[in-house]
């Protein structure tokens, strides 16, 4: 019999030699979903081959495991796959990016998946957004979410708490009031806009008892501040003692104080 995917250069394996890659960037698949594609694979068979690496005499999924869980729902027996010699930086990305233009992944999802990038495979933002077609803000926004704590990012992965939620309550930088936070949305089922507010409220209180430390700072000692904040393009703070004193630069991403450090040793 001839091989359907032949023009694909595909090969048609057992579906038991398939395993799934640990490292794959989705983390999560909803039963409804699956139970769909499954309906379609016993309907039509699976159209798009799964992309694969050999290891040994088994395959490791590069990009499919959806249709792969979907197959075996479907009590499959074998499956159709093609084989690719990758780096291991390039099936992540193969991975990341299939899952992307399919939008397969959840916001938290993305989040770790660039973190990934970063961390394991030296990327910048900037080469993220290149290879995803994205802007680099785009990406910067999406890798601060893994500042959040562990709690508020079980909600994001949960789908409890949206991006635009994430994103105020990014800018509160206690960990338990941002658990609080959290807390909030879910149980007020708060908008985005509700938070911004809340968080917006909880900033100017805060402002005030800075502002109050500021007012007891010298003229020299202000406009040193001032100075810093504009040269480092973030917050400074001075907090001025009898004898000494310290200088406090806030930042918000690992890319961000790396940013801050070039400018220090220029």
Do not use: C, W
Request: charged share 30%.
């Amino acid at each position: 019999m001839q091989n359907p995917y032949e023009k694909l250069n595909a090969k048609v394996v057992s579906i038991d030699l398939i395993e799934p890659n640990i490292n794959q960037p989705r983390k999560k698949f909803l039963d409804e979903e699956l139970r769909e594609l499954m309906m379609s694979i016993k309907e039509k068979g699976i159209i798009q081959p799964i992309l694969v690496t050999q290891k040994g005499e088994r395959f490791q999924i590069v990009a499919g495991e959806r249709r792969f869980r979907a197959a075996r729902m479907a009590a499959l027996k074998e499956i159709p796959i093609i084989i690719k010699e990758l780096t291991e930086q390039s099936e992540y990305e193969i991975a990341l990016i299939e899952n992307i233009h399919r939008t397969d992944l959840n916001v938290m999802e993305l989040a770790k998946a660039y973190q990934t990038l970063i961390e394991q495979f030296g990327l910048t933002s900037d080469e993220i957004a290149v290879k995803i077609g994205k802007s680099r803000s785009y990406v910067a926004n999406i890798v601060r979410l893994n500042q959040l704590t562990d709690y508020a990012q079980e909600k994001v992965f949960q789908n409890m708490i949206s991006f635009g939620h994430a994103r105020a309550i990014l800018s509160v930088k206690d960990k338990n009031l941002q658990n609080s936070l959290v807390d909030e949305v879910i149980l007020q089922n708060m908008t985005v806009r509700d938070i911004e507010r809340r968080v917006k409220l909880l900033d100017r209180n805060s402002s005030r008892k800075v502002e109050a430390s500021s007012a007891k700072l010298s003229p020299f000692y202000m406009e040193a501040q001032e100075s810093l904040q504009s040269m480092l393009g973030t917050k400074v703070n001075i907090v001025s003692g009898k004898k000494r004193g310290k200088i406090e630069i806030e930042y918000y991403s690992d890319e961000e104080l790396e940013r801050i450090i070039e400018i220090i040793k220029v």
